[in-house]
């Protein structure tokens, strides 16, 4: 994988994120709809990077993101993010990484997150609103969305962040 690319691309995709997004969803929806992009990053660099360089992604993009943007608390964003890489890169050990399972990475990993950071909050008594109504409210259109965005961002971040592969038939110029 080439990590410089990812760490550049996962910086572009946070201006994006903080800067663009918010103009692009409607002002009724700006708390329902939290479209994670550089979450779905950190999934992508699970599945082809490994779980190790997942778990420090997530965990330093997360915290980035803890400061720049969801505020209330510094660590649910990194924690959350950081777990889940190190999970979906230890599950994209075990099976093959094709379309299907990265997409249903993509909506477990979502709600998980999204599951994690609301967790952290009841705990410390940020939010009292019950889990169900978040649910409805804010985890499931976010994961939809997130769905969504990481299928649009699935043949580009392939082609351009993985290393092509020499087969045995050709031979090395080295």
């Known amino acids: ?7 550049l691309c996962a910086i572009v995709l946070l201006i994006i994120e903080n800067s663009v997004v918010p103009w692009l ?5 700006s708390e329902r709809l939290l479209p994670h ?3 779905i990053m950190t999934l992508f660099v699970a599945g082809f990077g490994g779980r190790h360089t997942a778990f420090l992604f997530g965990l ?12 209330h608390l510094i660590g649910p964003y990194g924690f959350g993010m950081g777990l889940i890489g190190y999970l979906a ?11 299907g399972f990265f997409l249903w990475i993509v909506v477990v990993s979502g709600v998980l997150l999204d599951s ?10 940020i939010t009292d609103l019950d889990y169900a109504f978040v649910f409805f409210w804010q985890v ?8 969504l965005i990481a299928l649009l961002m699935y043949i580009p971040v392939r082609r ?12 090395s110029l080295e």
């Open 25 to 29: 969803v409607p002002p009724g929806w």
């Open 89 to 99: 890169g230890l599950a994209a050990e075990r099976k093959s990484f094709t379309i």
């Open 160 to 171: 351009y962040l993985v290393k092509p592969s020499i087969s045995s038939g050709e031979e």
């Open 1 to 7: 994988m080439r990590i410089n690319w990812v760490i």
């Open 116 to 125: 994690i950071v609301y967790f952290v909050y009841k705990l410390f008594r």
């Open 37 to 39: 992009l550089l979450f």
């Open 140 to 147: 499931a259109p976010t994961a939809l969305l997130q769905l």
């Open 60 to 71: 330093g993009f997360g915290l980035l993101q803890d400061l720049l943007s969801y505020g």
